[in-house]
């Protein structure tokens, strides 16, 4: 490039003969300016000394490492950290002893660390274990009730609470007791007011699973679930991160409305508990509005749960050892090169079968079916 220049070619035409910059061009001319091109150091290297200034000398770092080495085979701690090995020079008096960070970035530019550093891997999206929700065509209603809460000289409390996982609408039904007939009557209020999401996700309490201890139940929030059209979504049990946007709020809650204030009264609180969530859509309208699109509420609709369920339930499970999963009271074969891996088991109860999907965190758009077993849900009479 510099030839060229000297025998008389434009600096922008060599930048483009070289596919460089113009700024390169320019660069390489001034490094040889008034010199042979022979005699001309051509090194491309950053600006500054060679060795930087507050380094640690070389030798303090092969003594830390040799402390580090004969605290390992015999100290009677047994600790040979970065803080071991600073009060070992300090007792030894060899001089000042470099700070704690110093020493562990001895360490690791000498690569002495025994474990490796933890890989940090991406998130998998809002919603991963659906994948209509995790490419947000569609929204997920979470529903959670915290217990626990006692007003003083006043009654227990129990407060239901509900979050959108994209639109982040939010709410809260303070009660003295929280009951499958109140949850139903706070889930018809919130949708009345905001419209119908794809999935309603809950965790496997009763008054939101139905009970226990008889195989085949489908409870009656599922069915006021079903009956709507939304598919009721069961988080697994012990499992951390699926519900992590209702725990949230419930954290949120306590921290800004019953811990915030003396309540006198139920009364009391479920005034301030309506003004913090009336506030918290009024903050959050910009993310409502680039939410996905949620269906209007059926006016003529009326609730049977004596009716027949129809539709979809998925219930999200970890397998055992022998590759199965638990749900309805029941144990399915999944796949036994499947075993305490994620499942998504998505009974279909229209075409009498459940499907399960693998699940992982770390592929989660791939979701192939692991097994199909049929179904038919039994035909007995429901009662509340």
Known sequence: MVAAVRGGAAQRAVARQFRVSLATVQYWVGRAAGRRLDRVDWRDRPAGPRRAPRRTDRALEDLVLTVRRELREGSDLGEFGAAAIRRELLARGTGPAPAVRTINRILERRGAFDAQRRVRRTPPPRGWYLPELAAARVDLDEFDIVCGLVIKD????????????????????????????????????????????????????????????????????????????????????????????????????????????????????????????????????????????????????????????????????????????????????????????????????????IRFYALRRRAPEHQPLLNEVPYVLPQRRFRE
């Open 154 to 353: 006043g009654p227990e409390v129990e407060v239901l609470t509900a979050i959108a996982l994209h639109g982040g609408v939010i709410g809260a039904w303070p009660g003295t007791a929280q009951t499958a007939a109140t949850a139903r009557a706070a889930l018809v209020a919130h949708w009345r007011a905001w419209g119908l999401p794809a999935y309603a996700q809950f965790d496997n309490d009763t008054r939101f699973q139905g009970p226990h201890q008889h195989p085949d139940v489908i409870g009656s929030v599922s069915r006021l679930c079903l009956s709507l059209g939304v598919v009721p979504v069961f988080a697994p049990p012990r499992e951390t991160g699926f519900q992590a946007a209702i725990e949230s709020l419930n954290g949120r809650w306590q921290a800004k409305v019953w811990a915030r204030f003396q309540h006198e009264s139920l009364a009391a609180l479920q005034g301030q508990s309506a003004r913090y969530v009336a506030a918290c859509h009024a903050r959050g309208a910009v993310r409502l509005e680039g939410a996905p699109p949620r269906r209007p509420f059926p006016a003529d609709w009326r609730l049977d749960l004596r009716a027949r369920p129809r539709g979809r339930l998925i219930y999200l499970r970890r397998t055992t050892a022998g590759g199965e999963a638990e749900l309805l009271g029941r144990t399915f074969a999944v796949d036994a090169l499947w075993p305490h891996r994620l499942v998504r088991c998505e009974v279909a109860l229209d075409a009498q079968a």
